[in-house]
């Protein structure tokens, strides 16, 4: 099953007790401060364990992970 955006609003709000109320699919999350690196680094890993994959070090950017949008794009062309 894929990844929605719901799924990871609710990822944020029910796992790493995130302030979810005005995140939109659009809204820069780390870049304006909505998660810091350790929420990052949860955010991350529950994706592995609901998505079934690992995240390269190296796919850790601004561009894969700064909007929930960019998120459910990275977890589609991962698990596609």
């Known amino acids: 099953m894929p990844l929605t955006a719901q799924d ?8 790493l007790f995130v302030e979810v109320s005005e995140v939109t699919e659009h809204s820069p999350l780390f870049s304006a401060g909505v998660i810091d690196s350790f929420s990052l680094v949860g ?3 529950e ?5 079934g994959f690992r995240v390269a070090p190296l796919d850790i950017t ?19």
């Open 8 to 15: 990871v609003i609710a990822i944020l709000r029910d796992e």
């Open 43 to 45: 955010l991350i890993s």
């Open 47 to 51: 994706l592995e364990r609901r998505a």
């Open 62 to 80: 601004l561009e894969n992970f700064d909007t929930v949008e960019r998120i459910v794009g990275f977890v589609d062309r991962q698990t596609a």
